[in-house]
Structures are given as C-alpha cells and as structure tokens.
C-alpha cells in the first residue's frame, strides 16, 4: 500500500492535547522583607505549589521580627524550620547568628530547590554562595526535604556534626536548640505528626523552644487550630503565649470569616515542661 492510500486518521494520535491545551505553569515571584534595621530581604516563592509554598504566610513574617527583636534566642544557637516555604525566618536566623540552620519542607523538588536558591542568593554561607549541595557540613544554613513524622535522623545529623567539631561537650540529647513553625496548625490532620517530630528533634536543654506562631485563616475552625496546643501539653510540654499582634489587612481578601481574626497572628512557646 502507497504512502497515498494510508487513513489520515490512523496517523493522528487521538488522544493528544494540542499544542498549548495547557496554561504555562505559574512563575516564580519574589516577595521582600524589611528588617527592624531597613535593611531588605528578597525571597524566592514557587510559581504556585498545592502545598502553599507560594505565598509568604504573615507569621513567618511577625516570627522574623519577633527573632530580631529577641537576638539572644539565636544567637550561638541550632535552628530547625519546618515547613518553611520560602525559608525567611530561617535566613533571618542565620543572618542573626545561628550556629546552624536546618530549613525543611515537604520533599517536593521545586519547594527545596527554591529553598537552596534562597541560601544560595543569600550570601549567608561562608564564603558567599553555596554551590555545592552535597557538601553541607560548614555551612550555616542547609535546606533539606522532610515530612513531619518522618525519622527525623538526617536532620539531626547537621548539628551531631556540629557538635563533633565543638569543643565544647554537652551531656543533653541531641537536639535542636529553637524550632519554628510559622502557619503550619491550619493542617489539622498532620498535629500528631508535629507533635511527634517536635519531642523527636527539640534539645532537652532548659533553653529549648519551638516558637509556633500563626493566623487563624478560618476563623470558624480556631478552636481546631488550637488543639495542637493541647496535644504538645499532653506529651509533657508547657505552652506560653508570647505574642498576640494584628497585620494591616487580611492576607486573603475574598475569604470569609471574621477580619480581625483574619489580620491576627499569634505567637506561643512550647518547651519541655521538665526542664523549665
């Protein structure tokens, strides 16, 4: 049969989009922050992310200047964030001093890639940006994928590390000396797993702290946000209120619920009850 008598339809691929059948997927944008000092900050967000990587949530906004205006937390000091999106408390940690910053997210290749472009851009590692991925000893900050209740050894091997090389020698486990979770509580299922990685990875120095700060988005469910407190009271940790403050306006306009709950961010302390 001649090239001629072929069925044209036989030829096309039925079920094939056509070109451009798809939008473009979002791109990145940045977002600046302004230190207490005027100094700016540029961060990296993903284009968008079903995991929310793509916005800059009020607290991790307040958390950072509740860390500047509380250098002595950090200083000297290990700091782990969980699902950090864009990393800007974490960048702010390391720029205040941290011996050590570990900043995790969900394990989705864009969220840590743009985490590792964050540090890169930052010049906070020694010696500018840090190309390498692979070799993370020495440097300040690292990022690192990680789901919450998840073995949570990789990540404390960053401050084990660390610790070899000190001088100084510590008879406490191993642990990080601040944890941050900035707008995580709105995942109610995942509180367990929070708690469980906060027991798991927070030092049982009487110095400890996971500074939990966030805004009630839905107002209706605040109730349900604040559970997470009880479940950390239950497995032997106090909880602190230390900040309550209001941003301008709501982060998302068109959503319901009662505005100044919207515009509230809160912030609490958790630490090991036994060692306060």
């Given at each position: ?100 910053v570990v900043v995790t997210d969900y394990p989705d290749p ?167």
């Amino acid at each position: 049969m001649s090239d001629s008598d072929t069925d044209p339809e036989e030829s096309l691929d039925l079920f094939a989009d056509p070109p451009d059948y798809y939008p473009p997927s979002p791109t990145p944008t940045t977002e600046t922050y302004t230190l207490l000092a005027g100094s700016a900050v540029s961060v990296r967000l993903v284009g968008h992310n079903p995991l929310w990587g793509h916005h800059l949530w009020n607290a991790g906004r307040i958390l950072s200047e509740y860390l500047e205006s509380n250098v002595s937390l950090i200083q000297g000091r290990t700091v782990l964030e969980l699902g950090a999106g864009a990393g800007l408390p974490s960048l702010i940690c390391a720029s205040l001093g941290a011996n050590k910053v570990v900043v995790t997210d969900y394990p989705d290749p864009d969220l840590i890639e743009n985490l590792w472009y964050n540090i890169d851009h930052s010049g906070l590692n020694e010696g500018g940006v840090a190309s390498n991925k692979d070799d993370a000893d020495g440097k300040r900050i690292v990022a690192e994928g990680y789901t919450w209740g998840a073995d949570p050894a990789s990540l404390l091997s960053h401050i084990t590390k660390t610790s070899l090389q000190s001088t100084t020698e510590t008879t406490t486990p191993a642990g990080f000396d601040v944890l941050i979770l900035a707008d995580l509580l709105f995942n109610h299922s995942e509180h367990t797993k929070l708690v469980s990685t906060i027991q798991r990875t927070l030092s049982h120095s009487s110095a400890a702290k996971a500074l939990v700060f966030f805004t009630p988005y839905r107002p209706w469910l605040l109730s349900k946000d604040l559970t997470f407190f009880d479940l950390m009271r239950e497995a032997g940790f106090a909880v602190e209120k230390v900040l309550e403050t209001k941003m301008e306006k709501v982060m998302f306009e068109k959503d319901p619920g009662d505005e100044e709950l919207r515009r509230t961010v809160f912030g609490y302390a958790v630490t090991r009850e036994n060692q306060q």
